[in-house]
Nanobody, 124 residues
């Protein structure tokens, strides 16, 4: 059974940092692209960042470039999202997702497996 479990969300003041983790099981991690998405109330789910577990290539949305860093520990089947200089507009439920592909994509419907989400709240 494929499972993705996020952790690390919480409440932080503007300018602070959080590190999200996405622990994957039930599939060969090396063959997948893993993405981080977020959804704020009343808004569509958007792609934040993704990484190819096979070659480590990455993608970042313009809104998070220079502040967020995605990384992968294939030995632990875990992907991390380090979020620095957080802003109130980063407040959302953050999801990780996986797709069997070497091609990076920030499009949510292209992903097959999803975690349950973790809340990130940034206070001003």
């Amino acid at each position: 059974e494929v499972q993705l479990v996020e952790s690390g969300g919480g409440l932080v003041q503007a300018g602070g940092s959080l590190r999200l983790s996405c622990a994957a099981s039930g599939f060969t991690f090396d063959d997948y692209a893993i993405g981080w998405f977020r959804q704020a109330p009343g808004k569509e789910r958007e792609g934040v960042s993704c990484i190819s577990s096979s070659d480590g290539s990455t993608y970042y949305a313009d809104s998070v470039k220079g502040r967020f860093t995605i990384s992968s520990d294939n030995a632990k089947n875990t992907v991390y999202l380090q979020m620095n200089s957080l802003k109130p507009e980063d407040t959302a439920v953050y999801y990780c997702a996986g797709v069997y592909s070497s091609r990076l994509t920030p499009v949510p419907y292209e992903y097959d497996y999803w975690g349950q989400g973790t809340q990130v709240t940034v206070s001003s």
